[in-house]
Structures are given as C-alpha cells and as structure tokens.
C-alpha cells in the first residue's frame, strides 16, 4: 500500500515536499522513484534513488532544485520515500506518482512493480 502526500498549490519559486510511505516491502531490494504527469502528456521520471540510498538519479529539468530521500523501516517492511522540490516553476505543475521496482535501475513506466495514486502540484506564476 502506498500513500502520498504533500502535494498543493504554490507559487513560483516556492518549496514543497512531498511524501510516500510504502507498505510491505522488502526495504533494500526496491528502487523508489517520482514520477510526473501532466495533462495530455505522458508520465516522466523525476528521480530515482537505489534500495541503499546511496545513488540517485535525476532528470535534467529539476536537476539541482529537486532532491529525492528515503528512509527505510528497522524491520524492513516499509519505505518512507521524499521529493524535496525548491525553486518551483509552473512548468513543474503535474501529479506526482511514486513508484517501486524490484531489481535495478529502469526508466520505463512498464518496469514498475508499483504506484501510489498520485498528488497534485500546482505551481502558479
């Protein structure tokens, strides 16, 4: 079960942080990601992160604003997972969907094992 959260309405140049808590995984073994959609468009990656944490990956238009977390349970069945988004542009208005994967790195929306449903971020000029 994912939930997510964090998700709103800001203006640009404004900060949010969203949230993903994912139940009944076995913590180290799945890549989290964020991905995005927006009207009429297809969903993209935003940014990975490995089972460890200790690689990310970013997609070039949040490059530097964006930073992707996670924190994984001591009894290793959950993944809280976080995208701290600074320095908002309208361009970045979409919702927000996390996703898991259990394996390595993949980019492909058909690669993902799992979804949350997704939040709403609004980015005003």
């Known amino acids: 079960q994912f939930v997510e959260s964090g998700g709103g309405l800001v203006q640009s140049g404004g900060s949010l942080r969203l949230s993903c808590v994912a139940s009944?995984?076995?913590?180290?073994?799945?890549?989290m990601s964020w991905y995005r959609q927006a009207p009429g468009q297809e969903r993209e990656l935003v940014a990975a992160?490995?089972?460890?944490?200790?690689?990310?990956?970013?997609?070039?238009s949040v490059q530097g604003r964006f930073t992707i977390s996670r924190d994984n349970s001591e009894n290793n069945s959950e993944i809280k997972l976080y995208l701290q988004m600074n320095s908002l542009k309208p361009e970045d208005t979409a919702a927000y969907y996390c996703?898991?994967?259990?394996?390595?790195?993949?980019?492909?929306?058909?690669?993902?094992?799992?979804w949350g449903q997704g939040t709403q971020v609004t980015v005003s000029s």
């Open positions: 009944g995984l076995s913590s180290s073994t799945y890549v």
């Open positions: 996703a898991a994967r259990d394996g390595v790195w993949a980019t492909r929306v058909s690669e993902y094992d799992y």
């Open positions: 992160i490995s089972g460890t944490g200790d690689a990310t990956r970013y997609a070039d």
